[in-house]
């Protein structure tokens, strides 16, 4: 069962440790970027470092486990029969979906020590769940696959994988790349930073299957709101040539040991505050570098 509905936490630094299957790890090699991973690095070298060289643990949040809930839910949405993918059948799935995932995974459990609050957030949601049928009509789709994982290695070596929440494949064999967010809606300044996630999963599509896809979709479910993009050969091109130099960004900081932080107003929201230099905080000892040969995975 994959990572986000399998009881870890949805947006948590775990969903990209983990990305390899149990049946694939032994022939995993090499370095490895996530969309995520990326992300991390381009917003702070130090949440980067954080998470994958120190590793350390990030607990639940309420709007992580939101986001865990409404993905698990929508994965059991497409498992019924086309007529049964309703709004009623949805919210039916809320408590027992949530009761798995909280009984799988204490820390999700702890979040609610309150019915009454653990009631308030279930309605919120709910509200989710009700928004997305207002974006599109699941009785009318049939995804090609869900929680697909996917895997690609450029010519550098770098391998990049990740997760797609959904693949529709047209008739016609066009291919569209879905992902659900229950976040907010980027502004129009921030979209392309928001973009480049599903360009990560284009590139990997097109070099697996060779194949560009006609159509990269974000849902924002909680705004009612559809990101859309039709991306052509030129920008997976590009993207590709991000991606390495990003790679090669993180390798020289790895090498010299300097995960610099990089302070903006997303800082309020970061588990690692306290150990922040910008903020007071002192970082753990760095561990030790891999001896040559070792393979790495972010």
């Known amino acids: 069962m994959p990572p986000n509905v399998g009881g870890m936490f949805y947006g948590s630094a775990v969903d990209e440790m983990v990305l390899t299957p149990v049946g694939e790890a032994a022939q995993a090699a090499g370095p490895a970027l996530s969309p995520s991973r990326a992300a991390d690095f381009m917003t702070c070298p130090l949440l980067y470092r954080f998470r994958v060289i120190d590793r350390l643990p990030e607990p639940p ?16 949405l497409f498992d019924l029969p086309a007529a049964g993918r309703t ?44 928004a997305y049928f207002t974006l599109e009509d699941p009785r009318r789709l049939e995804p090609a696959e869900r929680e697909s994982y996917v895997e690609t290695t450029l010519d550098s070596g770098l391998r990049l994988r990740g997760y797609i929440d959904r693949l529709d494949v047209a008739p016609g064999g066009q291919i569209r790349i879905v992902d659900y967010k229950t976040g907010r809606a980027p502004r129009e300044a921030y979209e392309a930073s928001a ?15 060779g194949q560009v896809p006609r159509l990269l979709q974000l849902m924002y479910l909680a705004e009612g709101e559809i990101l859309r993009y039709a991306p ?51 970082p753990p000892p760095l561990p030790p570098l891999p001896s040559e040969g ?4 972010e």
């Not at 949040?61 to 059991?76: D, K, Q, S």
């Not at 973009?195 to 299957?209: D, E, G, H, N, S």
Request: glycine share 4%; aromatic share 8%; proline share 5%.
């Open 61 to 76: 949040t309420v709007a992580t486990a939101r986001g865990t809930l409404v993905h698990a839910v929508l994965e059991r």
């Open 87 to 130: 709004p009623e059948a949805a919210r039916a799935l809320l408590v027992p979906e949530w009761d798995r995932l909280a009984s799988a995974e204490p820390d999700l459990a702890v979040l609610f020590p309150d019915e009454a609050e653990r009631a308030s957030w279930l309605q919120s949601v709910t509200a989710i769940m009700d």
């Open 195 to 209: 973009l480049f996630q599903m360009k990560f999963y284009a590139l990997v599509i097109w070099r697996v299957r």
């Open 232 to 282: 052509d050969e030129s920008d997976l091109l590009a993207t590709e040539r991000k991606v390495t130099a990003l790679w090669q960004a993180i390798e020289r900081a790895r090498t010299a040991g300097d995960w610099r932080p990089r302070p903006s107003r997303l800082c309020d929201w970061c588990n690692h505050k306290a150990l922040c230099p910008e903020f007071g905080g002192t």
């Open 294 to 297: 070792d393979s790495t995975a």
